[in-house]
């Protein structure tokens, strides 16, 4: 889970925003909760899983839904209309004022009165008074074709009339979510949207209004978005996240390699299945650019490899396959958390643990953390020659000899 956050996070990049929202769509309450989890470690920003952000303590993040747009269908449905006005202590009628608002945005950003849902424009009323400093609408839930284009033309104008209203009694709207459509023609214009409010009326903030996007949401997705120059600021990601579209299942087996001190080996004549015997220690060589070169494995009774001092570093199974390192860095990867029913070192937290996975994607290459055709990393292939030999040795030890007449 937290690999497949961390492969979404590469594709977004740095300065968009994550969220999980995939709590439904999740395998079980245990499976929902396990994914706000470590998508977060993965490097995602946020949550919707209320009981997971109370748990972990990680920022909890979200929006309305359709349904809540479609349960307003006018201006009788709202319980109240009053918000004080920040600037004065005087409660005020955000109807009216967006209302008053409504009118000069449609001129301005060539919008038919008449293709504004009331209905749609009561429910953001009722959200905004609800939420004034965390007004983020859907928009799209009322689409209207114009000219065989889908616009969100109504939710749109209406977003902005609540905005505006909102900016009147002291408050700044967040943005808005686009749920179905296209994509990045859609942020395009909704930016182009708040560019045109923003220089009209002098509020330089409007124009950087946030725009998410949710929508079935995958890596690939992301990838084709950012060839499109779209304006998204947040994805929304949830049933491809939290599934795990690419690799559901986790092919993970247990091996013994070793047992009262004795090592074991299991032999196959698939070599991928031959373990690696005995009690070992990893290590990660670095190279004079800062990256990751190789991971190492040896054997716990050897010294442990030593910046500047040349490593052989050896396949475990092909003899010709070998290389000297030598390393500008040692990184040991094993720590013992855990031994004889104890807590040996204290636990890190969930942040500590998150910053550890983003620091340690910085020291991979670029071309191994690519999306296409990415370079194998070299993990879990290389051996020291010491235990080279004692896997052979080892090996010979347990195979059966034939016999033949």
Excluded at 33 to 45: E, M, R, W
Aim: glycine share 6%; aromatic share 8%.
């Amino acid at each position: 889970m937290a690999t497949n956050a961390a492969r979404y996070r590469l594709a977004a990049g740095k300065k968009v925003k994550l969220l999980e929202f995939g709590l439904r769509r999740a395998q079980g309450p245990d499976g929902g909760l396990s994914a706000s989890k470590y998508c977060y470690i993965g490097g995602f920003d946020g949550t919707s899983n209320v009981l997971a952000g109370k748990m972990f303590n990680i920022p909890v993040k979200g929006t309305h839904a359709h349904a809540y747009i479609t349960s307003f269908s006018g201006f009788s449905d709202l319980q109240t209309k009053m918000l004080i006005d920040r600037n004065t202590g005087v409660e005020r009628d955000l109807l009216a004022l967006s209302l008053d608002w409504r009118g000069p945005l449609s001129t301005l950003l060539d919008i038919m009165p008449d293709e504004a849902s009331d209905g749609e424009l009561t429910a953001l009323i009722s959200f905004a008074i609800a939420f004034p400093d965390g007004f983020i609408a859907l928009v799209d839930t009322y689409d209207v074709k114009r000219l065989s284009v889908i616009c969100c033309r109504s939710g749109l104008l209406n977003f902005c009339a609540v905005a505006m209203a909102l900016n009147d009694l002291g408050y700044r709207a967040i943005g808005i979510r686009i749920d179905s459509g296209d994509l990045a023609y859609l942020s395009n214009q909704a930016r182009e949207i708040f560019t045109k409010i923003a220089n009209k009326y002098n509020l330089p903030w409007f124009a950087t209004l946030q725009i998410m996007a949710s929508n079935d949401i995958n890596e690939e997705t992301i990838l084709s978005l950012n060839d499109q120059n779209h304006q998204i600021d947040c994805f929304a990601i949830g049933t491809h996240l939290v599934t795990c579209q690419r690799q559901p299942a986790l092919g993970c087996v247990y091996k013994l390699v070793e047992i009262n001190g004795t090592p074991r080996i299991k032999l196959s004549q698939d070599v991928v299945k031959v373990t690696m015997p005995g009690r070992k220690d990893a290590y990660r060589l670095y190279g004079a650019d800062g990256h990751a070169l190789i991971d190492l494995l040896q054997r716990s009774v050897e010294s442990p490899p030593r910046v500047g001092a040349r490593v052989l570093c050896r396949h475990p199974f092909q003899e010709s396959k070998r290389a000297y390192v030598i390393p500008t860095r040692v990184e040991p990867l094993y720590k013992a958390y855990w031994s004889n029913g104890e807590i040996k070192v204290p636990l890190p937290t969930l942040d500590e643990i998150r910053q550890k996975v983003q620091n340690s994607l910085k020291t991979l290459r670029q071309d191994h953390k690519r999306n296409l055709n990415p370079t194998p990393y070299k993990v879990q292939v290389a051996v020291s020659d010491d235990l080279y030999n004692f896997i052979h040795d080892l090996w010979l030890e347990n195979a059966p000899i034939g016999e033949l007449s």
